[in-house]
């Protein structure tokens, strides 16, 4: 399957501040769910994420991320490709509150997939998130998408961006498939939920099958917001992380 927009890009635009920080409502508004169920697009509650980190551009909220280091965020590529500041809010399940705020310092981006890596201005303690190798995602398996986007497909997305963290089943399709940018990704079926706008550079993390540890494997990239999203597979992207990051 093909898809023509990125999660960031499904929000709509109501106000230009720059290209893509006017996709996503204001900091302090809340979620409106008018009646839908308030989780991603399905799916449920995150319950256990010290390495969330939730992406503000120019004061607005934009994207989903993960902290992989001390001073190092990850994220997509197209939730930073323009002008702007950035900060994040890392460690809590709310993006308004708890956690600690951050201010990114350089950005890195992947000169040919929808990766960058973010340095921010100080070092946080929390639980990284920990990174998997080939053999930590296989087709057929059941992953797990994590994101602050919409949960909603009958309004616009700005007006249901989710104040809470929001995790979702979905099951692996194929591990090569393709990102925005034609990077390798790993495509996944809803099973209980999918990604949508605002999920944007979120993490997939997956149960290795080989030691059973929980790993991330997948950076949201793009999805059709009703049963399949493509994440671009970080897995295959170690060794350009390795480079900058050290993990």
């Known amino acids: ?3 023509k927009r990125t999660l960031s890009a499904l929000i709509g635009a109501a106000t230009a501040l720059v290209a893509f920080a006017s ?3 204001a900091a302090s508004a809340e979620p409106v769910d008018n009646g839908v169920t308030p989780f991603i697009i399905g799916g449920g509650n995150a319950s256990n994420a010290p390495w969330a980190a939730r992406l503000f551009v120019n004061g607005r909220e934009n994207c989903s991320a993960s902290i992989i280091a001390p001073t190092w965020i990850l994220t997509a590529q197209h939730c930073v490709a323009g002008a702007g500041t950035y900060t994040f809010r890392v460690g809590s399940l709310d993006q308004s509150s708890g956690g600690t705020l951050v201010n990114a310092v350089s950005i890195t981006q992947h000169p040919s997939v929808d990766l960058a890596l973010v340095k921010i201005d ?3 303690s929390t639980t990284y998130a920990p990174l998997g190798t080939t053999t930590a995602v296989r087709n057929g398996q059941t ?5 602050w986007g919409a949960t909603c497909t009958d309004q616009p997305e700005i007006n249901c961006q989710s104040r809470l963290l929001k995790v979702a089943d979905t099951t692996v399709t194929n591990v090569n498939g393709r990102d925005y940018r034609g990077g390798i990704a ?3 079926r809803r099973v209980n ?6 999920d944007s550079g979120g993490p997939m993390f997956a149960t290795s099958p080989v030691d059973g540890r929980y790993y991330q494997v ?3 990239s793009t999805s059709d917001r009703a049963n399949v999203s493509n994440y671009t597979n970080v897995t295959r992207y170690r060794p350009w992380i390795q480079s900058l990051a050290g993990v």
């Open 193 to 198: 939920g999918i990604a949508a706008g605002g």
């Open 23 to 25: 996709l996503a409502p």
């Open 186 to 188: 790993v495509s996944v």
């Open 218 to 220: 997948g950076v949201a």
């Open 143 to 147: 992953v797990q998408l994590y994101g």
């Open 1 to 3: 399957m093909r898809f």
């Open 122 to 124: 100080r070092s946080v």
